[in-house]
């Protein structure tokens, strides 16, 4: 059993900034690639930004610049940092790993509100 928990979610003013952490507990091995996905009222569920246990990284282009994921593997976590926030980025936001040899696991999903 593999559970992901998420925290930092809240409202923020336009411009002003937030971490998320996601921590993974449970039976687990190795974790291939950690991401933020986001889903505004609406809309499909979007990726926000990935990163593998390689390094690499993929960001939304809309987040581009303004936020920042990283990884500590030793305590199977993963943050975002979300700087200049605006309302477009208003969503509930879900972390996702990706487990070697367990598969894909989602988190419950942290609200984030910006007011202008």
């Known amino acids: 059993q593999v559970q992901l928990v998420e925290s930092g979610g809240g409202l923020v003013q336009a411009g002003g900034s937030l971490r998320l952490s996601c921590t993974a507990s449970g039976s687990i091995f190795s974790i291939y690639t950690m991401g933020w996905y986001r889903q505004a009222p609406g809309k499909q569920r979007e990726l926000v930004a990935t990163?593998?246990?390689?390094?690499?990284?993929n960001y939304a282009d809309s987040v581009k610049g303004r936020f920042t994921i990283s990884r500590d593997n030793a305590k199977n976590t993963v943050y975002l940092q979300m700087n200049s926030l605006n309302p477009e980025d208003t969503a509930v936001y879900y972390c996702k790993m990706i487990l070697v040899a367990r598969g894909d696991y989602w988190g419950q999903g942290t609200q984030v509100t910006v007011s202008s």
């Open positions: 990163l593998t246990n390689r390094g690499g990284t």
